[in-house]
C-alpha cells in the first residue's frame, strides 16, 4: 500500500517533469524545485530499512518507480536511480551510522562505488583523499559515499581477497564539487567530479559495499548489491524507450513525410519499426523483471543467489540497456528529419539511451563474464 502511494506520487509528478526536460537538459542538473519534488514522492524512502523510518519496497517495486520517473525525462529518472542506490547503503552500514547519514530517508544519497579514494585508518576512524568521477546528484544531495582503498606506509592494505576496499559516508559540505559535466546524453544528471582533501570518517560511517557479513539482515539488502543496482540502471533504459516509443506513436497520426500523403501511421515502415521495437522492449522488459524476481524470491527463501542468476542478472541488465538503446533509435528515425532539432524529445531520447551504454556495469566486457560464469567457470572481476 506504502509503495502504491509512492507510486501514484511518482505518476502526479511525470508532467511537471515532461515540461521542464529543456530546463533539466540547460541546467546540466536536477534544478531545485525538481530535486524537491522527486524527494517529495517518497521514492528514495523505498531503500531505507523501516528500522530507521525508510519504506524498504522490493526491487521489483524501486524498479518500476525509477522505470516510471524515466519515462518523463531520462536525467530525472538516472537521478531517481542514484539516489535510490545510494540510499541502499543505509542497509549496510551500521544502525548509527545510517540513523545519522539518513535522519530524513526521503533525501537521496549520491554513491560511487568505484574506490578512487584513499584512506589511512587512525583511532576511531580513517582519514580519506581523492578524486571520484560520476556523482550524479551530488548538487541536490547533503550527503554522499565513496570507495576508498585502505593504504598502508602508501600501499594498499592487502587481503586474501585482494585490497583492503571501504566505503565512507561524507557531508557533501565536506567535498569540492568540479564542475566537470558537459556532456552528450544524461546532461541533466549533474554527474560531477568531486575531491576530499584529509577528510576524518569515524568508524560509524564507514562499511563495505561488497561484504554482505555487515550488512542487514532484511531481505532487500540481502540482495547481490551489483546485481541489484544493475536492476535498478537498465530500469532507467526502459523507462526512456517505452516514451520514444509512445511520442513515435502519438506524432505519426498526424506527420505527413516529406513528399508523402498518408501520416507516417499509415507508412508500411512505420508500422513494421514499431511492432518490431515494442516485440523487442517488452521482451527485454520481462526478462529483466523475471530475472529480480527469481532472485527476490530466492532471497526471501533465505537460500544463496546461484552463480547462474549472478549471470543471468547481468546479461538481463545489459540486454535490457542495449534494446531501450535500439529501440529509442528506431523510434528517433522513423520520427523523421524534425526529430534531430534540440527542442525535440526524440532526439534527447536517443542521446540519454545512448549514453547508458556506457556505464561499466552494462558495457560490453558483461557479455564474456555472464557468459563464462554460465560455463562454470569464475568470472574475471571479483566485483561480478
Known sequence: MITTTVIDSVRSLLPTLRARRQDIEQARRLPPDLAK????????????????????????????????????????GWCAMIGSSGNIAAGYINERGAKEVW???????????????AAVREDKGVRVGGRWAF????????WLWAGCMVMDNGKPRMTPMGPEIIHVCMPVTDVA????????????????????????????????????????AESLYRMPPVQL????????????????LDELTEMA????????????????????????????????????????????????????????????????AAHAVETGTSVTRTANTLAGGSAIYTKSSMQRFARDAE???HHFTVAPHVWEEAGRVLLGRRANTPAF
Open 37 to 76: 519534488g522527486l524527494r517529495d514522492t517518497g521514492i528514495f524512502t523505498l531503500s531505507v530499512p523501516r528500522a530507521i523510518g525508510g519504506q524498504e519496497g522490493t526491487p521489483l517495486e524501486i524498479m518500476q518507480a525509477i522505470e516510471e520517473v524515466a519515462t518523463a525525462d531520462g536525467s530525472a
Open 103 to 117: 535522519a530524513n530517508p526521503s533525501t537521496p544519497t549520491a554513491g560511487i562505488a568505484a574506490p578512487a579514494g
Open 135 to 142: 556523482a550524479s546528484g551530488i548538487t541536490h544531495c547533503d
Open 177 to 216: 564539487i568540479h564542475d566537470t559535466w558537459h556532456v552528450s546524453g544524461l546532461c541533466g544528471t549533474g554527474s560531477n567530479d568531486f575531491s576530499a582533501t584529509d577528510v576524518f570518517i569515524p568508524e560509524h560511517r564507514i562499511f563495505k559495499l561488497l561484504d554482505p557479513s555487515g550488512h542487514r
Open 229 to 244: 543496482f544493475v536492476f535498478k540502471l537498465a530500469s532507467v533504459s526502459l523507462g526512456i524507450a517505452r516514451s520514444a
Open 253 to 316: 497520426q498526424a506527420k505527413v513525410p516529406t513528399m508523402y500523403q498518408a501520416p507516417l501511421a499509415d507508412r508500411p515502415a512505420t508500422q513494421i519499426g514499431l511492432a518490431r521495437a515494442e516485440a523487442a522492449l517488452g521482451g527485454a522488459r520481462a526478462f529483466l523483471y523475471d530475472t529480480a524476481h527469481k532472485m527476490w524470491e530466492t532471497v526471501l527463501a533465505g537460500k544463496p543467489v546461484t552463480d547462474r542468476q549472478l549471470a543471468l542478472a547481468r546479461a538481463a
Open 355 to 357: 549514453a547508458m551504454t
